[in-house]
């Protein structure tokens, strides 16, 4: 089992920055792929970026350049630095992990707003 618990959500303004943070805890070395999904009021969850055990990295393209993503595999810790904040940003922002199985966080609100 592994278990992931996001943090660093707020209320920003537009341009704006924001760093999400993720803890990973329990059977993390089976985890290859994590990634940051969101979802937006009535719409579906989407990718917004992954990166694998060996630091590879893939973005959405309407983050890309904006937002990076980075792991620090001694700390068990994922992270979403995000830039350039837009309200269509606005979503819940969860953490998740791939090994034998997906594992979620619980989300954290971000709100791109003036």
């Known amino acids: 089992q592994v278990q992931l618990v996001e943090s660093g959500g707020g209320l920003v303004q537009p341009g704006g920055s924001l760093r999400l943070a993720c803890a990973a805890s329990?059977?993390?070395?089976?985890?290859?792929?994590m990634g940051w999904y969101r979802q937006a009021p009535g719409k579906q969850r989407e990718p917004v970026a992954t990166i694998t055990s060996g630091t590879s990295t893939t973005y959405a393209a309407s983050v890309k350049g904006r937002f990076a993503i980075s792991r620090d595999n001694a700390k068990k810790m994922l992270y979403l630095q995000m830039n350039r904040l837009l309200p269509e940003d606005t979503a819940v922002y969860y953490c998740?992990?791939?090994?034998?199985?997906?594992?979620w966080g619980q989300g954290t609100q971000v709100t791109v707003s003036s």
């Open positions: 998740v992990a791939f090994s034998f199985r997906e594992y």
């Open positions: 329990g059977s993390t070395s089976s985890i290859n792929v």
